[in-house]
């Protein structure tokens, strides 16, 4: 039997994972390592990308940056949390703010340490990276529309990091880059919806709240049909391999997303949305692998 003082530090921990998001994290770190394989750099030997140190290093550095931009986004959303989820934020509170700003400044140190192992640019890379992360949390997340489009921004800028260390500037990678951050896109403005009680009630300038749902579902539409431009590039000018049958459900799930969207109006629809969007975004990373599936046992071979 644990001790309550055990329980207690479990418990905490669960409750500093749930702040961080350690299950975003590791999908990213995936992410990372797929897209390195399979896009960035798919002429070289598999042992040399996966037991590469300096890879390691920057997909390290953007897993801890990461998860301190989690925490200090919690810090700044603790009130609006508490309205928006009220079950998830008492577990989130378990940490105090003081233990999470501490981790926040450790992790962001761990991220800069990390960095200088591979070179003086990703030091500068990252440590930029960790000031957009706390400014957009600090202030431009309240900016409406600005906000969506810097944290859409941000979730893809450690893909940047390995794509400048490979210097693969094939024009594919930029289109697979504009298809994820448009739905990234979308699902900060789904989360605006999901989030608008919170939003009005710590006067939140997000485009829900300053313009209304309607012409917020209007924003999302567009942005929807936008997918279909690197959706299209992809399946017809681009080798992607059996993933093209990720892009075709991709379209028709996307289909289903807008004929939802347009009749929803209860939190509980938008959660629905958000999940849907998710699991589009999980099953990208995962799909990588479809652009050449004997790509891993040829390397081996």
């Not at 940056?65 to 378990?94: C, Q, T, V």
């Not at 009749?263 to 999940?275: A, D, E, F, T």
């Amino acid at each position: 039997m644990l001790s309550r003082k055990n329980k207690l530090l479990i418990t905490k921990a669960l409750s500093l994972f749930s702040v961080v998001r350690g299950y975003n994290i590791l999908v990213i770190v995936i992410a990372q390592y797929l897209t390195s394989i399979y896009i960035l750099a798919p002429q070289l030997p598999l042992g040399d990308v996966v037991f590469d140190p300096n890879l390691l290093m920057l997909v390290l550095a953007s897993a801890v940056a990461i998860a301190g931009g989690y925490i200090i986004n919690n810090f700044y959303d603790s009130e609006k949390d508490l309205i928006n989820r009220p079950r998830k934020s008492m577990l989130d509170r378990l940490v105090s703010q003081r233990t999470k700003l501490s981790v926040y400044f450790v992790l962001n140190f761990m991220s800069v340490v990390f960095a200088s192992y591979v070179s003086f640019r990703a030091v500068i890379f990252f440590s930029a990276y960790i000031f957009g992360i706390w400014l957009y949390s600090h202030k431009f997340k309240r900016i409406t529309g600005l906000g969506n489009i810097i944290a859409a921004m941000l979730s893809v800028t450690p893909f940047f990091a390995v794509f400048i260390y490979y210097s693969n500037f094939d024009t594919v990678i930029f289109v697979h880059a504009t298809f994820l951050f448009l739905l990234l896109w979308m699902r900060e403005v789904v989360k605006d919806l999901e989030n608008l009680k919170g939003d009005l009630t710590l006067n939140y300038k997000t485009v829900p709240v300053v313009f209304g749902e309607n012409p917020a579902k209007g924003l999302i539409t567009t942005l929807c049909i936008s997918t279909l431009i690197p959706i299209i590039l992809l399946l017809f000018y681009y080798e992607v391999g059996y993933m093209d049958y990720y892009f075709y459900a991709s379209g028709l799930a996307l289909i289903g997303f807008l004929v939802v969207l347009w009749r929803s109006k209860r939190k509980l629809h938008y959660l629905i949305l958000h999940g849907l969007l998710k699991g589009i975004i999980v099953l990208g990373v995962f799909s990588i692998v479809l652009i050449n599936v004997d790509l891993i046992l040829k390397r081996f071979l």
